[in-house]
């Protein structure tokens, strides 16, 4: 230390320890206060540490902005915690809720890949204050922008540091919310499209990783079970805005989980029921984009970002989310017939397993197909909706196809004749397979009895079809032989089986089947060739079919009947039955509304072509002729009156079949 001599003005001599013109740079950061010691501050000297008394100014460096973001959010939330303390209080003590997952004082344990486990506690925002929680999105921008470097320098996604909404936390603490509507969602939406996993939800798995994501998963299940209220529009829901604002918040802190998929998922899925538009459009396309960061289905790419996969069950799932995307992107274009987002899928990917060995979690059972088995194996329901998923996806491409075609104009057909008489030999046997393996009621119902056809296709010398790989053209007879197990909706006399009423649930494969056969049969029975496809105002080209396009006329006209007044107007008056009650009215799925409408507006047409017999006649008994109803002496008229009281019905649990009603009223 240098010591100087200086006089005072009384004549003795002091000593007077020197100081630095300026706060050091270690207080200058903290904002403390500094001695200005030299060589060094009595605060760096208690902390041993070095002193720097440099008059260079130093940069703030990305650490330190993300270091004050996360004191700033901290702050925020001890704040809010203290503003909402005292209602917390009265509500845990009025109403003890000991199985509440999302109260203030809740630690929640999130694990990482390396489990690593961190625990940091669930903070909830303040209803007064603002819409957007400040958060330090972590996310590693390198697997977006070079994915060759996320990999290389093995980075991973960390958990993000999202609190949950107050609005958020409000719904999912009242009682037993979370219980109730998980228990409800696995009673009715589970059972038609299974893709979350049961099994891994009631061990705690899925609790294990609890977070935000997970909060987002229990909302989405919340606002798909909740029906539409009278005079209230469905993108009113209060839960369905809390869940777009959660969404938007996991988005903009960097949250990527297969938890946060799924309930993307479900909030797409009532989106497209309740006719909330163009917003389910949107959200399937960016459901199908987080898929693909995701790395979804493959294990290999998923690995990086979502983690090692420990058991099969979920695998099953990660494979279960992405079909899902598949099925709502394949859906949401059959009306408009745009591109899809999803790709298609590669010739190695597997078809879900056994729904029920899946929910059980027995691996014993669970018998992988991939989507080249023939069609002729028996499948479980989600595997046959994706069947049925792809069926459309092959429809829609060859509609797109020969429109374009058709506008384009030349000499050579627009389309190939082989191709589409394929086309409908498979949907055609694939709806009766459906009709014999899921609805033996509903074939018996049109004396259609699966044991009887069984065993008479059985003495017949026909050759069995072949298989039916890729969905590609094929020979596949309009009535196959197939062989079935003993169905669990087996009737319970065998002298004289009774019908049971229709079960809803098996209802998706066999509604999707039937709305690809209205596609196709609609853009081939019109006489004339229209340029601009269905809906052209006015008949601008006058050039002739040919023969093939006059055969291939004739036989879409007699399937759209025969479809429409016949399959269509009995399924809906079988249905009218089964969904009387509300508990059947909450398993029937939204994606069987579009062939319901397409069997109404053809229904229509019919009759403002040809009158109430459709334009062919009534036979004797009072039906319609060759390839026409069974429905006795109904006219199509009255047919389509059925399907719209149908629709009216449905329209209580799905507010889109009053948007369907509206289209039949316009047409």
């Given at each position: ?14 000593l007077q320890v020197p100081k630095a013109s300026q706060a050091c740079i270690n207080c200058r950061k903290q904002k403390r206060k500094c001695d200005k010691s030299v060589p060094s501050c009595g605060l760096c000297a208690r902390m041993n540490r070095q002193c720097d008394y440099s008059d260079s100014s130093s940069v703030p460096t990305a650490t330190d902005v993300a270091a004050l973001q996360a004191r700033l959010a901290e702050l925020e939330n001890r ?23 999302f109260t203030p004082e809740t630690t929640i344990t999130t694990n990482s890949r390396d489990n690593a486990a961190t625990t940091h506690p669930a903070p909830v925002i303040n209803s007064r204050g603002p819409l957007w929680l400040p958060a330090a999105s972590r996310f590693p921008s390198a697997l977006l922008l070079d994915v060759d470097i996320f990999k290389w320098a093995q980075l991973s996604v960390p958990a993000p540091s999202v609190a949950v909404p ?84 996991l988005e903009s802190g960097g949250c990527v989980s297969l938890l946060c998929l799924q309930g993307m998922v479900l909030v797409a899925l009532y989106e497209y029921g309740q006719g909330i538009y163009p917003a389910a459009w949107m959200s399937v396309a960016a459901c199908a984009r987080y898929a693909e960061m995701c790395g979804l289905p493959g294990f290999k790419d998923s690995w990086a970002v979502l983690g090692a996969v420990t058991t099969w069950t ?354």
């Open positions: 230390m240098v010591l100087s001599l200086q006089p005072r003005e009384d004549g003795p001599v002091s704040l809010a915690l203290a503003g909402c303390k005292e209602t917390t209080t009265s509500t845990s003590s009025s109403s003890p809720s000991t199985n509440n997952l107050r609005d958020v936390y409000d719904i999912l603490s009242s009682g037993k919310t979370v219980q109730d509507c998980a228990a409800e969602y696995f009673d009715t939406v589970h059972r038609w499209f299974p893709f979350i996993s049961k099994k891994r939800m009631t061990l705690g798995h899925t609790l294990g990783e609890a977070g935000p994501d997970l909060a987002m998963l229990f909302l989405g299940m919340k606002l798909i079970v909740t029906l539409p209220v009278e005079g209230m529009d469905s993108a009113d829901n209060p839960v369905y805005m809390a869940a777009k604002r959660l969404l938007a918040l979920e695998s099953e799932e990660r494979r279960r989310a992405w079909w899902a995307i598949y099925i709502l992107d394949r859906v949401i274009c059959l009306g408009n017939k745009k591109r899809f987002v999803m790709p298609e899928p590669e010739r190695h990917y597997l078809l879900p397993t056994d729904d029920d060995a899946w929910d059980s979690g027995d691996p014993g059972r669970a018998l992988s197909a991939g989507i080249t088995t023939s069609l002729e194996q028996p499948q479980g329901r989600f595997a046959r909706l994706v069947q049925s998923s792809m069926l459309v996806s092959r429809t829609i491409t060859h509609v797109r196809t020969t429109l374009r075609n058709h506008q384009l104009g030349g000499d050579i057909d627009p389309f190939d004749i082989n191709e589409v008489d394929d086309l409908i030999n498979t949907l055609t046997s694939f709806s009766t397979l459906i009709q014999q393996e899921l609805l033996p009621s509903f074939a018996v119902l049109r004396n259609q009895n699966p044991t009887e056809s069984t065993s008479s296709a059985s003495s017949s010398t026909s050759p069995p079809p072949p298989n039916w790989h890729f969905l590609t053209p094929s020979s596949i007879p309009l009535n196959p032989p197939y062989h079935h197990p003993p169905s669990p909706f087996d009737f319970s006399s065998s002298l004289s089986p009774q019908p049971q009423p229709l079960d809803p649930l098996s209802l998706p494969p066999l509604s999707l089947t039937h709305s690809a056969l209205f596609l196709l049969y609609d853009v081939h029975c019109c006489p004339e060739n229209l340029l601009c496809g269905t809906g052209a105002q006015g008949f601008d080209n006058f050039q002739p079919k040919t023969a093939n396009q006059q055969a291939l006329q004739v036989r879409a006209v007699a399937g759209l009947r025969s479809l429409s007044s016949g399959v269509i107007r009995e399924l809906c008056m079988e249905l009218l039955d089964a969904v009387m009650l509300p508990q059947g009215l909450a398993k029937f799925s939204p994606l069987c509304l579009d062939g319901m409408y397409n069997g109404m507006a053809t229904l229509r047409w019919l009759w403002k072509e040809g009158g109430d017999d459709g334009g062919i006649g009534l036979g004797e008994n009072g039906s319609f002729g060759e390839g026409g109803s069974t429905g006795g002496n109904v006219g199509v008229l009255q047919a389509a009156e059925d399907v719209g009281r149908c629709l009216s019905r449905l329209s209580s649990r799905w507010r889109v079949a009053e948007d369907y009603l509206g289209l039949v009223g316009l047409f």
